[in-house]
């Protein structure tokens, strides 16, 4: 729980502050966008000046989540917007723990002089660059974390009828993105958070409806092949698909196009972790995503072998081609490869 001193102090930093600017993290997932759109909602309600500051585009299917009243709040990175965080005096970084998730934002926001906050759910902070951190990750999502953050604000007290309904629907969509429509890290605040936001009216059935019933064709016929053809399952029970890029040039997959394939072998009885490989269009990059029942740690293997982190069964990294591998054909071998030393290692 956010100490009411802590929060306090969080709420007279926003009110000294002339400009502020929220910060989330690459590849903006739900989470990223509901926690970042929530708090901005909130300032906007305060009259604040504030900037959003987006690292990568945000995929298709979540462009519902931008609300109409914050989109000219927004910034996405280009060299000539690099200058704008220093209109900022306050900084607010929310979902992630370390500052190169941030991508190109990372440098404007070591070099900036103003006053730093993190809100985080992720294990391990980089608090050495932050003048004020609240990390929980006893908690579903940033956008639960946010949630807790904004009932004790001034002028909302615990009346969650008072935040707007940007504010609402942002952090219901990020919680319920985050805990995979409530299937993971659940806690009983998660669900008190989310009966104080069904009871203050907040359309969960839109939400529901623009996340997991609005997918375009080319997603499920992707996903039928995916699974017909490209999942492996090593026997040491773990399922990997690695998504080449002549795949996703033959579905005309976009960003966010497979998130979420990464959970779809879990379901198997023997499969005590999922990895989801897939390359980064134009870049020799491979972005990837563990799952993992409890009982085997999706986020060691990450920082082991796959340069990453995040949560204890749901973790993410990134392999470089010419580095970790040395071309896509390699990629299943490596997850095999080091996913069995993992398990060796292990026992
Ligand atoms: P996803 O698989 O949904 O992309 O990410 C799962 C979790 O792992 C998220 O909480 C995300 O923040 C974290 N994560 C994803 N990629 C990386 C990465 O490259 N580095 C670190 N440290 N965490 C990551
Ligand atoms: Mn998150």
């Not at 390699?330 to 993992?342: H, L, T």
Request: charged share 30%; proline share 3%; with cysteine.
């Amino acid at each position: 729980m956010i100490e009411r001193e802590r929060a306090s102090f969080i709420f007279d930093k926003i009110q000294e502050s002339r400009h502020i600017g929220i910060f989330t993290h690459i590849s903006p997932d739900g989470d990223a966008l509901g926690s970042s759109f929530g708090l901005a909602g909130y300032l906007k309600e305060c009259g604040k000046d504030f900037t959003i500051f987006i690292p990568s585009e945000i995929p298709d299917s979540l462009k519902f989540t931008v609300p109409a009243t914050l989109k000219k709040n927004i910034v996405f990175y280009c060299v000539s917007n690099r200058g704008k965080v220093k209109d900022c005096d306050l900084l607010i970084g929310i979902d992630f723990n370390c500052l190169h998730r941030t991508g190109d934002w990372e440098v404007p926001f070591r070099e900036s002089k103003a006053y730093k906050i993190l809100i985080d759910h992720h294990q391990n902070p980089e608090t050495e660059s932050f003048d004020t951190i609240e990390s929980e990750t006893e908690i579903s999502s940033a956008s639960e974390l946010a949630y807790n953050l904004l009932k004790m604000a001034p002028g909302i007290d615990g009346d969650v009828t008072r935040l707007s309904v940007t504010t609402r629907e942002a952090l219901l969509t990020g919680m319920t993105t985050d805990t995979n429509n409530f299937a993971n890290s659940v806690y009983p605040s998660t669900l008190q958070m989310a009966s104080e936001l069904l009871a203050a009216g907040t359309d969960r059935d839109k939400i529901i409806r623009e996340l997991y019933f609005s997918y375009p064709v080319r997603r499920i016929k992707a996903q039928g092949y995916i699974l017909d053809k490209l999942l492996r399952i090593t026997d040491f029970g773990v399922a990997y698909i690695f998504l080449d890029s002549r795949t996703q040039t033959r579905f005309g997959l976009k960003e966010g196009d497979t998130e979420g394939f990464v959970n779809i072998p879990l379901s198997l009885e023997n499969v005590k972790m999922s990895i989801f490989a897939k390359r980064e269009r134009g870049r020799r990059k491979i972005r990837i995503s563990i799952r993992s029942k409890k009982g085997t740690s999706a986020l060691e293997c990450a920082g082991r072998y796959f340069h990453g982190g995040g949560h204890e069964l749901a973790s993410g990294g990134k392999l470089m081609i010419g580095e970790d591998v040395a071309s896509e054909k390699e990629v299943g071998a490596y997850i095999e490869k080091y996913s069995r030393k993992f398990f060796m290692e292990k026992k």
